[in-house]
């Protein structure tokens, strides 16, 4: 199949609130989880969950159904860690996320080296950092983090959804 077949185009499954979930499994569970202007962990919980639930459904009912694979890959990254909506864990929320909207759209992910994503997530921190902020009106913009994000994608994904 080439990515023209291959595409999310069923967001439903998802929700604001599980934005909030994901994250907020990702500080209970996980040692990595930059508490650094927090000094009670209730306090990041409640940065968490004060998020918009408009500006999240905001990321999903935008999101472009119509573009090949790879690329609504990337602005999926590009909205949600660009954005940056949480105090931490946004990039680790934002695969986590992209991997399930994929199996629910019947497109198995594969295996995403680990060290590969982890370079390409500090790369994201820097061209992040360098960038205008990403406002809700830009969250699917193509720039530097979108391109980025891209070509990671492109290796990732199976062949049969790349061309």
Request: hydrophobic share 35%.
């Amino acid at each position: 199949m080439c990515d023209e077949e291959v595409r999310i185009t069923d967001l439903s499954h998802l929700s604001a609130e599980d934005f909030k979930h994901r994250n907020t499994k990702f500080l209970e569970g996980d040692a990595h989880y930059d508490m650094n202007q927090y000094s009670l962990s209730v306090q990041i919980r409640h940065d968490i969950w004060a998020v918009r639930n408009h500006d999240l459904r905001r990321v999903l009912r935008e999101f472009p159904t119509d573009e090949p694979l790879v690329d609504q890959c990337a602005h999926w990254m590009h909205a949600v860690v660009g954005k940056h909506f949480f105090p931490d864990a946004n990039h680790r929320t934002a695969i986590a996320l992209l991997r399930q909207l994929l199996r629910e759209n019947g497109i198995e992910p594969g295996k995403w080296p680990i060290e590969r994503t982890k370079r390409v997530r500090e790369e994201s921190h820097d061209v992040r950092a360098a960038l205008p902020p990403i406002r809700m009106d830009t969250l699917y913009e193509r720039d530097e983090l979108f391109e980025l994000w891209r070509a990671y994608f492109t290796d990732v994904l199976k062949e049969e959804y790349t061309e």
